[in-house]
């Protein structure tokens, strides 16, 4: 068993720390009413401009694609850099009275009437396989839309293995079927750790089906859940389906 315990921290230091890969910051912000969601869209169409000019690489902004993919009000903000100093940096940007002004409906709520009942914030490290995000190009067709998928581990080892799984040939299969990523992340910090993260883009419901349909199906899918090594690596899945705001980078 000490074997094994050295062995385990061993692999996981060399295996986490051996490349410079993007991080991510994923806020969510639980807004409390529809007027709520609206001025904290005013603040951040104006903080979006202000935040592009820092190393922050992507900005994204969603919300909830229907009622059925959670609450409405609720605004996810996704941003990627080359360093979490670079991200905790960022929000200095916004330090000026005409972003103040912009988000002055936002933090003009009262302490009995708050804009938010929580922000919720993880931090990710990209995948060896997927290092860094790829926005989508434009939108043809019109009936774009996001997924945020998010698998949970019952233990540290299962979700470095599960990570190792997407990197070791997951992540190809994916690509062979048309699923389209555009982010892959290990979570550092946040909610229900250990945990993963990842974002897919669709062109429409035909596609999605399609792609999934063709995943599920692919031989070499088969193979390898099907190894030893691989199995419960998983505990609990989280699916959220998302659109872009209209001031979002990532559309």
């Not at 019952?154 to 699923?179: P, R, S, T, W």
Request: net charge neutral; glycine share 4%.
């Amino acid at each position: 068993m000490k074997r094994f315990i050295i062995t385990f921290t061993t692999f996981i230091s060399i295996s986490f720390t051996a490349y410079a890969k993007e991080y991510y910051e994923l806020r969510t912000y639980k807004l409390n009413s529809p007027e709520k969601a609206v001025a904290f869209d005013k603040m951040m169409a104006a903080a979006v401009p202000l935040l592009a000019t820092t190393e922050l690489k992507s900005i994204g902004v969603f919300k909830a694609r229907g009622d059925k993919s959670g609450d409405k009000n609720w605004r996810y903000v996704l941003k990627s850099c080359s360093s979490l100093d670079a991200l905790a940096e960022s929000s200095s940007a916004l330090a000026n009275e005409g972003f103040l002004e912009q988000a002055r409906d936002y933090l003009s709520y009262a302490k009995s009437d708050p804009s938010f009942s929580r922000i919720s914030i993880s931090t990710f490290v990209a995948f060896d396989g997927f290092p860094e995000l790829i926005s989508p190009g434009k939108d043809k067709v019109g009936k774009r839309y996001f997924e945020l998928r998010t698998y949970e581990s019952h233990n540290e080892l299962k979700a470095y293995l599960k990570v190792k799984m997407f990197n070791d040939g997951e992540l190809d299969i994916f690509a062979d079927v048309g699923l389209k990523g555009v982010f892959f992340g290990r979570a550092l910090s946040g909610e229900n750790l250990p945990n993963l993260t990842y974002m897919l883009v669709y062109d429409d419901e035909d596609q999605k089906k399609s792609a999934w349909n063709s995943f599920i199906k692919s031989p070499a899918w088969e193979a390898m859940k099907s190894e030893e090594m691989y199995k419960d690596t998983v505990s609990k899945i989280i699916s959220t389906f998302l659109v872009p705001t209209v001031y979002s980078q990532i559309r």
